[in-house]
């Protein structure tokens, strides 16, 4: 299969796995790094079969590929690859983590703040979260 196929399908069956549509994860700019991972961490057969089976996140599967449904879920929402240890993909993973956005968040450590920031007071005109109050 074409490598620009087998992105293309990555991404969809990522976009079904998360509940984030397909922009969303390409704004990540991990796509390529996340299917390079997975490829790996899962061997070229059972990436394959992930791909070729897994329709959505609630078919019908037998526990390997549910465990590999998982682990790229895993890979998206926290920016590593599970396991004892997990892998760590990199800063950018884990800032452009998905968890972050689910939550309406930015990483911690990664704006451009800097380290205390979340101490400061704010005038709430930035875009935040859409949460209010003081924060104390």
């Given at each position: 299969?074409?490598?620009?196929?087998?992105?293309?399908r990555?991404?969809?069956?990522?976009?079904?796995?998360?509940?984030?549509?397909?922009?969303?994860?390409?704004?990540?700019?991990?796509?390529?790094?996340?299917?390079?991972?997975?490829?790996?961490?899962?061997?070229?057969?059972?990436y394959?079969?992930?791909?070729?089976?897994l329709?959505?996140?609630?078919?019908?599967?037998?526990?390997?590929?549910?465990?590999?449904?998982?682990?790229?879920?895993y890979?998206?929402?926290?920016?590593?690859?599970?396991?004892?240890p997990?892998?760590?993909?990199?800063?950018?993973?884990?800032?452009?983590?998905?968890?972050?956005?689910?939550?309406g968040?930015?990483?911690?450590?990664?704006?451009?703040?800097?380290?205390?920031?979340w101490?400061?007071?704010?005038?709430?005109?930035?875009?935040?979260n859409?949460?209010?109050?003081?924060?104390r």
């Amino acid at each position: 299969m074409p490598f620009a196929d087998d992105l293309n399908r990555f991404a969809a069956l990522s976009a079904r796995l998360t509940g984030f549509d397909g922009v969303a994860l390409e704004a990540t700019g991990l796509t390529e790094a996340y299917r390079a991972v997975a490829v790996e961490e899962l061997g070229a057969k059972r990436y394959a079969r992930l791909l070729r089976e897994l329709r959505g996140p609630d078919d019908a599967v037998d526990g390997e590929l549910r465990e590999a449904a998982r682990a790229v879920t895993y890979l998206w929402y926290t920016g590593s690859w599970p396991g004892p240890p997990p892998i760590v993909v990199s800063p950018r993973a884990y800032a452009e983590a998905l968890v972050w956005k689910a939550a309406g968040l930015k990483a911690p450590a990664t704006d451009p703040g800097g380290y205390g920031s979340w101490g400061e007071a704010h005038d709430g005109s930035g875009s935040g979260n859409g949460i209010g109050g003081s924060g104390r």
